[in-house]
């Protein structure tokens, strides 16, 4: 019997994204037919499945109620990975506050929550976006004493809306470095991508499922591979889930800036929806895209 697995994803992509086909044809190398499936179509039957993989289901930020539900009626019925627990959690970024009070990394963060009052930072350059985004939509940049009108009327926009609010500095490096991912695929590490600058001081909104980025392969530092593997490891610890060890996760992003000091920390730990960067490992992808089929397969298994 051959094994089917769905890659879900957004109407907007109904024939996935940039990683679909060498995904896909990695997974028919091994005798596994695998195909997208939209998540918001009620006429897909998920327990037709042996297994379905959350790939671009880049447009549930604002509905992700809705997500959360639909995650666990496809749990109900079949395999779904990353787990309805895993996204649940992840799918809200105050996510990273539970991992700082962990003793991790995480860029400082202020958070406010609907009926605060925006307060704008007094200095420097910073970042204001909702606490349930993607893609860099509703997200900005803005400097101290120049945007302050800009930036107090997008907080005070989102805690008006209902939606929370994160305020980060923007760490310079990220201009110059620029940001690293580090892909991993069943708790090891596949390959890495160095993501340019992406935001430019109030710029404009970002218009469609997400902001163009610049890609290129990277070769991690050992103190960017610490970090994200101190990262992972610390997912049962600071997750109401159980098991959530590195292993259990299909896939995971780790996706780190150079803080003041050149140390790496953790911008986001992405284990929703996120690009795999398929096609810019070598080989047009070949190499991580079997990758992520060896871990699909041994999950199917």
């Not at 302050?148 to 994160?166: F, I, K, P, T």
């Amino acid at each position: 019997m051959t094994t089917r697995i769905a890659l879900a994803t957004a109407a907007e992509f109904p024939d996935l994204d940039e990683d679909g086909p060498a995904l896909v044809d990695a997974l028919a190398r091994r005798g596994i037919a695998a195909g997208p499936a939209v998540w918001t179509d009620d006429t897909v039957d998920w327990s037709a499945y042996d297994l379905v993989v959350v790939r671009a289901t880049w447009d549930y930020a604002p509905r992700r109620d809705e997500f959360i539900a639909w995650a666990g009626r496809v749990s109900a019925v079949t395999r779904l990975a990353n787990s309805a627990a895993v996204l649940a959690w992840n799918t809200d970024k105050t996510y990273l506050r539970a991992l700082h009070d962990a003793g991790l990394p995480v860029v400082p963060t202020q958070w406010f929550e609907p009926g605060d009052t925006f307060v704008v930072p007094a200095l420097g350059e910073y970042v204001v976006k909702p606490t349930v985004s993607a893609g860099s939509r509703d997200t900005n940049r803005y400097l101290a004493g120049g945007h302050d009108e800009l930036a107090a009327a997008h907080g005070g926009s989102l805690l008006e809306a209902g939606r929370s609010v994160m305020v980060q500095p923007y760490l310079r490096a990220v201009d110059t470095a620029g940001e690293t991912a580090l892909l991993y695929f069943a708790g090891e590490l596949s390959h890495a991508i160095r993501k340019g600058p992406l935001l430019t001081p109030a710029m404009a909104p970002v218009a469609g499922a997400y902001k163009q980025e610049e890609i290129v392969p990277r070769e991690p530092s050992l103190a960017e591979v610490a970090v994200a593997d101190a990262v992972l490891d610390a997912m049962p610890s600071v997750a109401a889930m159980s098991p959530a060890g590195r292993a259990d996760l299909l896939y995971a992003r780790v996706d780190l800036v150079p803080g003041d000091d050149g140390e790496p920390m953790l911008l986001e730990l992405e284990l929703t929806e996120p690009s795999m960067f398929l096609v810019d490992d070598g080989a047009a992808g070949v190499v991580a895209a079997d990758r992520f089929a060896a871990a699909i397969a041994l999950a199917v298994r």
